[in-house]
């Protein structure tokens, strides 16, 4: 019974240190803006895709913010996974609408590439979403070896962002970057084993995990109030 005990206390006080691989903010501004309907943008991967998100970030007063977690390796079809696997993470959010996907594609396929700021919010009004969804693959990396044990682990950076369509404005963003470690290497990653298993992820099980980890941080939507002003 003592073992036990000992082994409890031992697991509360890891998992009270366990690293943070998790960034959430909120803006101060976020209550000021109301929202249900969202517009789920492609994910980005490539040079192009992140100066450009880069430059979104700086003027909303995120300097650096879109590049702070990149480690320069992205593995091909990266950004397709993460695109998927956002949208499954979403769709499980009763709270939220979705813009339906093959309209957001098909609309987008028809602007400049890459699209501006200024013409992402129009088309986000003209489908009638209250706020756009960006995310940005910063790393990709697949494990090499097996689940039992592996030469380089699986590693997974991903930012979103939540841009309110009427404005521009950042309303929150999200990081998350993990390179998978044994509980060897750093005893406070038990936390993470109690939670997926003892076992080494691929890319695309990492990439999930922290997709599931940054929806779960995303404001609530705040549908608008019925009040009216006399």
């Known amino acids: 019974m003592i073992r036990e005990l000992v082994a409890a206390t031992a697991a509360v006080s890891l998992c009270a240190c366990a690293p943070r691989y998790l960034q959430s903010e909120l803006s101060p501004d976020a209550t000021l803006y109301e929202f249900s309907r969202?517009?789920?943008l492609p994910v980005a991967a490539t040079e192009t895709d992140r100066l450009s998100a880069a430059r979104q970030s700086d003027r909303q007063g995120q300097a650096g913010a879109a590049e702070s977690y990149r480690t320069g390796e992205v593995a091909a079809g990266a950004d397709a996974v993460v695109t998927d696997l956002l949208y499954g993470a979403l769709a499980e959010q009763p709270?939220?609408?979705l813009v339906a996907r093959a309209l957001?594609?098909?609309e987008m396929a028809a602007l400049s590439q890459p699209p501006s700021p200024?013409?992402?919010q129009a088309l986000a009004r003209k489908l009638r979403a209250d706020v756009i969804l960006r995310g940005l693959v910063t790393d990709y990396r697949e494990r090499e070896g097996s689940h039992v044990g592996v030469a380089?682990?699986?590693?997974?950076?991903?930012q979103l962002w939540l841009v309110a369509a009427r404005d521009g404005q950042m309303i929150w963003q999200g990081r998350y970057y993990e390179v998978q470690q044994s509980m060897t290497e750093d005893p406070r990653t038990l936390p993470l084993y109690?939670?997926?298993g003892t076992r080494w992820l691929t890319a695309s099980e990492l990439a999930k995990y922290a997709v599931g980890e940054l929806v779960k941080t995303l404001p609530p939507p705040r549908a608008a109030s019925s009040a009216t002003t006399p």
Do not use: F, N, T
């Open 194 to 196: 109690l939670k997926r």
């Open 152 to 158: 380089q682990p699986a590693a997974v950076g991903i």
């Open 95 to 97: 709270s939220l609408e």
């Open 104 to 106: 957001v594609e098909r």
């Open 38 to 40: 969202v517009m789920v």
């Open 118 to 120: 200024p013409a992402l």
